[in-house]
């Protein structure tokens, strides 16, 4: 009866302890880098270890700054919206190797942007 309830025992804390839900604390910090096309600059987010997402673009072209807010999956996909009501897109993949890129679309201002980003968290 003994090696049966550490038998169970064993199980339920290998079912708790799933890799899937360590996997965020991975990405959990400060990320930053570029992104092109339609229009340039520099972005930056903060992964909580929720996996909500807030951070910032800034526009070389126009000397603006575009929030975005979103969340980040446990595998690293990013899907977040740029602007307050959402204008646009973020989206992408975070690495553990601490590299991301992905893709941006922004319909303000008129007429609509679009391009990709690169990033890498910050070494903190």
């Excluded at 360590?22 to 910090?29: A, K, N, R, T, V």
Aim: some cysteine.
């Amino acid at each position: 009866m003994k090696k049966l309830f550490l038998l169970l025992l064993t199980a339920f804390l290998f079912i708790g302890c799933s890799s899937d839900d360590d996997s965020i604390y991975d990405f959990i910090g400060t990320w930053h880098g570029t992104y092109d096309g339609s229009d340039k600059g520099v972005w930056n987010i903060v992964v909580a270890s929720d996996g909500k997402v807030t951070g910032t673009m800034h526009s070389d072209v126009n000397q603006e700054n575009y929030n975005i807010s979103g969340n980040l999956s446990s595998s690293g996909d990013l899907n977040a919206v740029v602007g307050l009501p959402s204008d646009g897109e973020f989206r992408g993949n975070l690495n553990t190797d601490k590299k991301g890129s992905g893709t941006w679309v922004n319909s303000v201002p008129t007429p609509g942007r679009s391009g990709s980003w690169t990033g890498e968290k910050d070494k903190n």
